[in-house]
Structure formats: structure tokens, C-alpha cells
């Protein structure tokens, strides 16, 4: 099927939104495969599917037609329980908006998806520690999140994503809701742990100085590849 060293198989995706009357096709056939390891970078205008696409990386969502492979298992297949059995335990998320508990601790919003798995409380603090200085935090375990700045509240998003040693983060626009400054950092974080622990990023973005950051970056138009601009 696939070779050892690649984590995402995307064989003719397609996406239907079913709009009652009419039918909004916003994938249309997506061939695709990405390397393990590989930092990568969607890029495409508003609407394109970039966001539709990322949904069924990470098994959000299910592809109306078309195959799915994630590390040699076809996922595009799976029902909702094993999907989200993949998703706890292959993939971290970050979002454009950090998507935090605020008034929490940094260092239980980054504990949570252990506590989620089961990790018995121990283990899970020590990881979550591990994660938050990964990410250049240390000393901000005890902030609660709606006392930190965008860029630290992303970082703490980034070891939360991280918590889990999961093959493969996703982030639809992290740096969206960032200055360009701090997303340039928060960019370097990105970079940093691809480097280090060989982990394979997907990322979205419309800014080509974020996106320069990515070995590999495909444009989507209309819910097709319309071009692939590799490093
Ligand atoms: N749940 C949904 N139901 C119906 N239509 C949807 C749904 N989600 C997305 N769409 C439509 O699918 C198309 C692709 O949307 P998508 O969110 O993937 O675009 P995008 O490239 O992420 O855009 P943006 O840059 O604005 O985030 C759009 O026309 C959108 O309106
Ligand atoms: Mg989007």
C-alpha cells in the first residue's frame, strides 16, 4: 500500500456539503500523499477548502468519497468512536483562537487530554511540565490562561497539542490571531519542535512569511491542488 514513510495517504477526496436544495461541493478530488517528518504549509483564498480538507486530516470529519490513510490505516472507513479513538491518540490541534479553558492553570489545560486518556495524575503533571517547557514557558505552569498574552496563550495551545506525543499536529491559522512579530515566533516554536522531535506539521495560513517557514506548500483553489511549490 503505502511506504513506511509516509503518514497521509489522501486518494480523491471529495467533500459534499448537502445544502438541502443544493449540493456545495468544497473538495473535489484531492490526491495527496505527505511524508512523515514533513512540515507543510495550505495556502489557497477564502472558501477554497482549506479548512474542510484539514477537518478530515484530522478526522473531524469523514471525505464524502475517496480513500484516507493515516500511518497505513484507512480511516476514511472508520466509524465515529474509532475516529475519535485515532484522533486522542495520533493528533494535536491548534487552533486560531487557542481554544483554552481560561481561569485554568497552563498546566491543566495542557494536562487535560491525559487526564482524558486516563494518565494516571502523576505522570500526567510531569508531562504536562515537560510539554510547557518544550514550548519555552517555564515558570508560567501556575497563570491562568486569561492573564497570558496571545503569543504565550498559543504556546500554551502548541503543548497541549504536544501533551500526547501524538504523530501529527494540525493548525488551521495559528498565527491568525497574532501580530507578526509574535507569529513569527510562534513559528519559530513550530520549527524548533519539527527539528527536534521529527514531529510532521500541517499548517494553514494566508501569509506567505508564515508559510516560508514550510518545506512543502500546496494551493488549494476551488477545492482542488491547484499547485505544489516544494523546497
Ligand atoms: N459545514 C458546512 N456546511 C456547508 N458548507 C460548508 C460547511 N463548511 C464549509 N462549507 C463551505 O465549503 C467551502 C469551503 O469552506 P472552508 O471552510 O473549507 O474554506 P477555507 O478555505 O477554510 O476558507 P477560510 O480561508 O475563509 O477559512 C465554502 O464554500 C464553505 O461555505
Ligand atoms: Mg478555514
Known amino acids: 500500500m503505502s511506504e513506511n514513510n509516509t503518514i497521509i495517504k489522501l486518494e480523491n477526496i471529495t467533500k459534499t ?17 505527505i511524508k512523515r517528518g514533513e512540515m507543510m504549509a ?6 477554497s477548502g482549506k479548512s474542510t480538507l484539514m477537518n478530515i486530516i484530522g478526522c473531524l ?24 479513538g485515532i484522533r486522542n491518540r495520533r ?11 481560561a481561569r485554568t492553570s497552563s498546566l491543566e489545560n495542557v494536562e487535560l ?29 501556575e497563570h491562568k490562561t486569561n492573564q497570558l498574552s496571545g503569543g504565550e496563550k498559543q504556546r500554551v495551545a502548541i503543548a497541549r497539542a504536544l501533551v500526547n506525543s501524538p504523530s501529527l499536529i494540525l493548525a488551521d491559522e495559528p498565527t491568525g490571531n497574532l501580530d507578526t512579530k509574535t507569529g513569527m515566533d510562534i513559528m519559530e516554536v513550530f520549527k524548533s519542535l519539527h527539528e527536534e522531535s521529527g514531529i510532521t506539521i500541517i499548517l494553514v495560513t494566508h501569509d506567505p512569511e508564515i508559510s516560508d ?18 523546497r
Open 17 to 33: 456539503y448537502d445544502m438541502g436544495e443544493t449540493k456545495l461541493e468544497a473538495l473535489k478530488g484531492i490526491t495527496y500523499t
Open 42 to 47: 495550505i495556502m489557497g483564498p477564502s472558501g
Open 61 to 84: 470529519d469523514k471525505p464524502t468519497k475517496g480513500t484516507y490513510y493515516l500511518e497505513d490505516e484507512k480511516v476514511s472507513t472508520m466509524d465515529k468512536n474509532r475516529l475519535a
Open 91 to 101: 493528533i494535536g490541534f491548534v487552533f486560531q483562537n487557542f481554544n483554552l479553558l
Open 113 to 141: 487530554p491525559l487526564i482524558y486518556s486516563n494518565v494516571p495524575a502523576k505522570e500526567a503533571r510531569e508531562k504536562a511540565r515537560q510539554a510547557i517547557k518544550q514550548v519555552g514557558l517555564e515558570g508560567w505552569e
Open 213 to 230: 517557514y514550510a518545506e512543502n506548500i500546496i494551493h488549494i483553489r476551488d477545492g482542488l491542488i491547484e499547485k505544489e511549490d516544494r
